[in-house]
Nanobody, 126 residues
Framework: VQLQASGGGLVQAGGSLRLSCADS????????MGWSRQAPGKEREFVAA????????LYADSVKGRFTISRDNAKNTMYLEMNNLKPEDTAVYYC????????????????????WGQGTLVTVSS
């Protein structure tokens, strides 16, 4: 997989953004995928993951109910719909593939993911 995230920007608190992650490779559907984020001065943290088929998802507690992860395997693209954004959501958002091809379960540790794409900056103003 070769990943590129896009869609970040500046938004007011309570607003919404939709991030995209495009894979220019040819094995996208073989991988569980995930989003993570890194705020200034903080460690990278898990945000959400989605199974290869898109049928199961996993979220960090901090974004549950506000963010929705999805994917379109026909387009080799993954999405992160972010609603009711808060200033604490400000970070660089990264997409990545699980290190295991055809992984049997979704995982949430940062070390479980590789092939990190270039991140996209999300800034939420109060």
């Amino acid at each position: 997989v070769q990943l590129q995230a896009s869609g970040g920007g500046l938004v007011q608190a309570g607003g919404s953004l939709r991030l995209s992650c495009a894979d220019s490779g040819h094995t996208f559907s073989n991988y569980n995928m995930g989003w993570s984020r890194q705020a200034p001065g903080k460690e990278r943290e898990f945000v959400a993951a989605i199974r290869r088929s898109g049928g199961k998802t996993l979220y960090a507690d901090s974004v549950k109910g506000r963010f929705t992860i999805s994917r379109d395997n026909a387009k080799n693209t993954m999405y992160l719909e972010m609603n009711n954004l808060k200033p604490e959501d400000t970070a660089v958002y990264y997409c990545a593939a699980d290190r295991l091809i055809l992984g049997p379960t979704m995982r949430s540790r940062i070390s479980d993911f590789g092939s990190w794409g270039q991140g996209t900056l999300v800034t939420v103003s109060s």
